[in-house]
């Protein structure tokens, strides 16, 4: 099995076919070589009924080539696609019930919208009334009533995605696929898009695979999602689970900005140069003395000038403030960490005054601190200033993965 969660019997995660009952769609074991590169290895995910599943990865990583698998548009070399309990791996695309969307929408320049719509209910023969019944439903499904009457080149990006996701309902397909939906459209189309194809789903209660590798569309859409990384299957989770409890180093930096130290596990402790940030639980599956990575993202770090950090906040080191700017909505902090040991000479506060020119300055470790505004807003900090830095979350990953995990 390729799955992380898998290979590391120490990632709590249950089986899907465990967890949830009512599969619609059902990946097992497909792997894929073009030529003599291998484009994807051991891919096995569910998709459960009603369930929208992002797949999220670097481009290249073999996204498209498993949605177009589960169309049936290509050929695993090893694997099954079963769509609601029915193997259709040896089935041609057009038998197997599913509607699949692409980047590019594809409507047919000349027809009007509702004709777009209706276009393969007539090609199946569908009585007049019972085809503009359906469109008129469709129309109003995805807000476009009033241009119904409109052709292809005479609509925003936005409302062709929805003519063909329209089209592509019409079908009433089992499971729909989108790759990149909202690749063609500006950022706020994107938002406003996604979240109204979110609610047109859950209305129509059809599972859904969407392709992208936005990791903000990633968290918002999904379900679930699946990380992919070159090919084999790194993470599937909930949106908080992956982003909260990163599997890997690659899905901890791929969604969202992460920090990231190299460590020791002593004595329940990560033990990293001078500093020690207790660690009980989450270093409980290493050995004593193995080498491990720390991550934990810019939201998680408390920063304290008096070292009383906030409850539930767990200490780290101390560090020096090298930069402060203002994002907008939140403050970013450049923060070099002090890891090496230094003794404290006997006039020296705990908190000794240093400025950033100090040693630090060549040997601390740079992270970055994200606060929200009120906090900011709070306690005003300078470059210059020495503060108490604490985490609130961290995962802590093995730094060298074993052979069998690679
Ligand atoms: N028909 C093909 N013949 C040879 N190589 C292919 C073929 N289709 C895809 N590939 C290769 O497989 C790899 C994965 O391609 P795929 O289109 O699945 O990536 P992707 O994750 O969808 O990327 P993107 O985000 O850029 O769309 C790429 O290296 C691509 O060059
Ligand atoms: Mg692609």
Known sequence: MALAADRDPHVSWAPDRERRTGVAASVRGVSKRFKKSRILEDISFDV????????????????????????????PDQGRVILHGKDVTDLPARERGVGVIFQ????????????????????????RKERRETV?????????????????????????????????????????????????????????????????????KVPAVFITHDQEEALELGDRIAVLNDGHLEQIGTPDEVYNQPATEYVATFLGAANL???????????????????ARETARFREGQSVKLVFRPEDICVSQDAN?????????????????????????????????????????????????????????PIM???????????????????????????????YTLARQR
């Open 104 to 127: 590019a929408y594809a409507l047919f320049p000349r027809m009007t919208v509702e004709k777009n719509i209706g276009y393969g209910l007539k090609i199946r023969r569908l009585p």
């Open 48 to 75: 459960a009924e009603g369930e929208s599943l992002v797949l999220l990865g670097a481009s290249g990583s073999g996204k498209t080539t498993i949605l177009r698998i589960i169309a049936g548009l290509e050929q």
């Open 369 to 399: 601190v994200t606060r929200p505004k009120p906090k900011g807003n709070a306690t005003r900090y300078k470059a210059g200033d020495r503060v108490a830095v604490g985490l609130t979350s961290f995962s802590v990953l093995p730094n």
């Open 261 to 279: 130290l190299l460590g020791v596990v002593t004595q329940g402790c990560v033990e990293i140069g001078s500093a020690r940030l207790p660690a």
């Open 309 to 365: 950090l906030p409850e539930g906040c767990r200490r780290l080191a101390n560090g020096v403030i090298e930069e402060v700017n203002f994002v907008g909505s939140y403050e970013r902090l450049n923060v070099r960490l002090d890891l090496t040991h230094r003794r404290q000479a006997e006039h020296e506060p705990p908190l000794y005054q240093v400025t950033i020119n100090t040693p630090e300055r060549m040997t601390g470790v």
């Open 136 to 204: 008129n439903r469709l129309l109003k499904l995805v807000q476009l009533e009033e241009h119904r009457k409109k052709y292809p080149w005479q609509l925003s990006g936005g409302q062709q995605q929805r003519v063909a996701i329209a089209r592509t309902l019409a079908y009433k397909p089992q499971v729909l696929l989108f790759d990149e939906p909202f690749g063609a459209l500006d950022a706020q189309t994107r938002v406003k898009l996604r979240r109204e194809i979110r609610s047109l789903l859950k209305q129509v």
